[in-house]
């Protein structure tokens, strides 16, 4: 028997991931459907559907734009208590070779995956086995500093991948790094 379903539901927006100065309020005006906005001492961080991003005011003052993620939710509610849910999530996602980050909502949970990647990460987090590691197409773990990384070596996600750090997490939001 494989794993749990997770049941994953994915939004079929396209979704950014955009950074804004740490002194930028958003704009009056309506935004429909996923949005979840950050504030931290140096920057803004916005996630919102692609389409956001058509309107000027919201386009103009943004420093970084993300593009080209999708959203996985698992319905919930989720109770505050459940522990190791995001790390059997960032487990099943880290089998199939699949960064990600993750964002908790007060009854749900989400995971951001690449589009390129999102039906697979649906796949996984249904229960299916991730496809079989071929010699040479997957991306290749980072170098750390020090150990003698090579030329063209795929640098260290901003974005949490599923690393061992993550799948320790011992709550349902975790706690991992976001690189190893």
């Not at 459907?33 to 919201?58: C, I, K, N, S």
């Not at 949970?109 to 071929?134: C, F, I, N, T, Y």
């Not at 063209?152 to 974005?159: A, D, E, L």
Request: proline content about 10%; hydrophobic content about 40%.
């Amino acid at each position: 028997m494989g794993p749990a379903d997770l049941q994953p539901q994915l939004d079929p927006t396209h979704i950014a991931v955009i950074r804004y100065p740490a002194q930028w309020l958003p704009p009056a005006s309506d935004v429909s459907g996923f949005f979840a906005m950050v504030r931290a001492e140096h920057e803004v961080t916005v996630v919102a559907a692609e389409a956001l991003l058509e309107q000027p005011e919201w386009a103009a003052t943004a420093i970084e734009i993300d593009r080209a993620w999708r959203r996985v939710t698992f319905p919930g509610p989720l109770p505050w208590e459940l522990v190791g849910f995001l790390a059997d999530v960032a487990t099943r996602l880290a089998g199939a070779q699949i960064p990600f980050t993750s964002m908790s909502g007060f009854t749900t949970d989400h995971v951001l995956v690449r589009a390129a990647q999102a039906d697979l990460a649906v796949a996984v987090l249904s229960g299916q086995e991730p496809p079989a590691q071929r010699r040479g197409i997957n991306p290749r773990r980072p170098r750390r500093p020090g150990s003698g990384g090579t030329a063209g070596s795929t640098p260290c996600c901003r974005w949490s991948s599923a690393s061992p750090a993550a799948s320790r997490s011992s709550s349902r939001t975790g706690s991992g790094s976001a690189c190893t």
